[in-house]
Structure formats: C-alpha cells, structure tokens
C-alpha cells in the first residue's frame, strides 16, 4: 500500500497528460471531464495513502499545496497566460503528486551522475517544480509548433527564424569576448578568495559589457591574450566553454527570433470582425478613453525593453484606460465579438481584427512532467551546472 498509491498516481498523472495533450493538439481544449475528476481522485488516494501513514498533518500539506497551486494557475489565467484547463490540470496533477522523492513517496527511479542524486529535487514542493519544468518545456515545443507552421503555411519566415546561424560570426566574436570576461572573473575571484556566484555573475556581465565596448583593436589583442592564457592553463574547459557560448548564442538568437517576429508572423492572422468565432483569442486588447478607442498592440517583450531601457517599472503594466476586449487565452466571448462588431460600425476600429492562434500548452506539460519525474528540478540543474562552471 505504501509503495503502490504513490505509482498509481503517477501512472495516472502521465496518462492523464497523454490525453490532454491529444485532446489540446486536436481540439484546443483540455476537456473539463479529465481534470475535474483527476483532481478528486488525486485527493481520495492521497487521503486514503496518508491515513495508512497516520501522518493526517501531510494530508492538510497536501491540500494546502494543491491549493496554492491552483490560486497560482488563477493568476497566471487572469495575466491571459494560460487557459483554464491548464489551471485545472495543474491542479490535478498537484492533487495527484504533492510529494516526491521523499520518505513516504518514493521516486520512480534513483541514480548517480557524477556524484549528483537524480532526480534532483527542489526544496520547494514538488508541483512547482511540474510548473517550472513545463514553463521551460514550452520552449523547445513552441519552436517545433512555429517551424511547423512556418514550414507548412508560411515558408518565407524560415530565413529569419535562422538570420542568428547565418551572423555565425558577430557570435563567434561575442563568444570570445565572454570566454575573456569568464576567465578574468575567475582569475580575480581565486585571487580575492571570493566564492558569490551572483557576485561573479555580474562581473562576467559587466567585464563583457567593457570589452564589447573597447575599439576594435585594443579589444582583439585583449580576448587573444587573455584566450591563449586560458588555453594555456585549461585547454580542454577553454575550448568546450567558447563551444557552447557559440552554440547558446546562436540558440538564444533563434528562441528570441521565435518569440517575437516569427511567432507574431506565424501564430497571427487577420481576420474579418464579421468571420470571427466565439474562442479565437485577440491577438491585442482594445482600450477606450474618452477620445478615442485604440488597440494596444506592445508585447511583454517590448514593455520589457522600454522598462530596462528607461528604468521605469511601470512601464510593464498594461494601459490604465478602459479594458473593451481582451487578448486573455480564454478566448472572446458572443459579447467580445458583438462589441467589436459595434465599434466597427462606428468607425472606431478597422475591419480587420487579429487573432493569434492558441499554442497547446498540455504537450508542454506532459514533457514537463516526464523530466520531472526522471531528472529532477531544471531551475536548479541549471544553477549548478552554472556554479560548476564559474567555480
């Protein structure tokens, strides 16, 4: 009983997300039949696991977490960031494993990497880290989805979604140039004992911020000298670390492309206010004043930009006008559409409205869950894999 409870609930949580992620891909909805009663169940087995551990205070953990997970999911939901079915699912899935890896409920395996126990677990509970690990899965998912599109519908933006590859050698550069600024930054933290990874962090990003900005010729005798000292005390970390700086660069140049240009070009389309359906999610939100009405058409990417560029934090707020239509996941509602239609009519907006198509976020989940399962804490892999390499 109190090795068996615990694997149901994860062969069901996986099951459960092999479905959702079938019923998200074909018909854009995680069906509320799947997750309410996951959640239930994923309550019962645990009430009915814990009681024969007579630990009733885990119980209350239990619950206490689901519920968290759910008010986070809530908020997540009212930002327009997730669907309310992936709020329920999540809150299924934290109903059905609260814990893991801990004593009680065991992990599905156990191994060793280089001393390091995986799957390695957070110290915070373990349905954060299922919503970590999916946010993070999201990634590499929404580049298939929009390479597929782009391939399929709109091969025109192929060429820029790979623009990063083609400027190989501005990141090759670039490469050199942190490769220079990891190894001063080590050099002076053995040389003054200091072992603060954030520390270190920002002195690697502000060395690289110098060199970048030293004339061309000071700055390639600098990286060479600095680069063959390197090589020279460390040849094999030096050349292993100006790799992956290359390939990381060309990656995040890619992922950046997918995030803004390409994905507002493939996962957007305009339609007539006439031809939209209940569901279809606005592509921006549409404000009033007193004056005009007008569509906000900045992304979070650009309020994030204008943010760090000016050093205003208000900035990322939305428009404190009055809120018409909304570009939330949960799509527009008959009442969205026949404002819209009003608004036309009255030469408030143009006959063209666009609508951006809703990216499934269950596929996400599920790997979310399997790496979970099998590896651990991403968030924290990648922390010390970072602190390994700086130290």
């Not at 939209?276 to 992304?299: C, F, H, N, P, W």
């Amino acid at each position: 009983m109190l090795i068996n409870i615990p694997l149901i609930s994860i062969v069901i949580a996986v099951v459960a997300c092999i479905y959702a992620s079938y019923s998200d891909l074909k018909d854009g909805i995680i069906k509320n039949k799947l997750t309410f009663p996951l959640i239930a169940i994923g309550i019962i087995l645990n009430a009915v696991y814990i009681f024969t551990t007579s630990d009733v205070w885990l119980f209350v953990k239990c619950v206490v977490v689901t519920a968290v997970v759910f008010v986070l999911g809530y908020l997540f939901w009212k930002m327009g960031a997730w669907a309310g079915g992936d709020v329920k699912l999540f809150t299924g899935l934290a109903a059905l494993i609260p814990f893991y890896a801990i004593p009680y409920y065991p992990a599905v395996v156990s191994y060793q990497i280089m001393g390091q126990q995986f799957p390695m677990e957070a110290s915070y509970p373990f349905p954060f880290t299922l919503m970590i690990n999916s946010i993070l899965s999201m990634l590499p998912f929404l580049l298939i989805f929009v390479f597929y599109i782009a391939v399929k519908h709109k091969p025109h933006l192929i060429d820029e979604l790979i623009s990063p590859v083609k400027d190989y050698k501005n990141n090759l550069v670039l490469s050199l140039v942190i490769t220079s600024a990891v190894t001063l930054t080590y050099t002076l933290t053995q040389l003054l004992n200091i072992q603060i990874i954030l520390l270190s962090l920002i002195l690697i990003y502000l060395l690289t911020l110098i060199i970048s900005k030293i004339p061309n010729k000071v700055k390639a005798v600098l990286i060479s000298l600095v680069t063959v000292y390197a090589l020279i005390t460390s040849l094999q970390l030096t050349v292993t670390g100006i790799l992956l700086i290359f390939i990381s660069l060309m990656a995040i140049g890619v992922i950046r492309k997918l995030l803004t240009s390409v994905s507002s070009q493939a996962l957007q389309d305009d339609y007539k206010i006439e031809d939209l359906k209940e569901g279809m999610i606005a592509a921006y939100s549409v404000y009033e004043t007193d004056e005009r009405t007008y569509v906000d058409k900045k992304s979070f990417f650009t309020r994030f930009k204008e943010a760090v560029g000016s050093g205003d934090i208000s900035l990322l707020n939305p428009p404190r006008d009055k809120l018409l239509v909304s570009s939330m996941a949960a799509g527009l509602t008959e009442e969205d559409i026949k404002l819209l239609k009003e608004l036309r009519d009255k030469d408030k907006i143009s006959e063209d409205f666009r609508i951006k198509k809703g990216v499934p976020f269950a596929p996400s989940i599920l790997i979310g869950v399997l790496i979970s399962l099998l590896l651990g804490d991403l968030a924290l892999i990648v922390q010390k894999i970072l602190f390994a390499i700086v130290y």
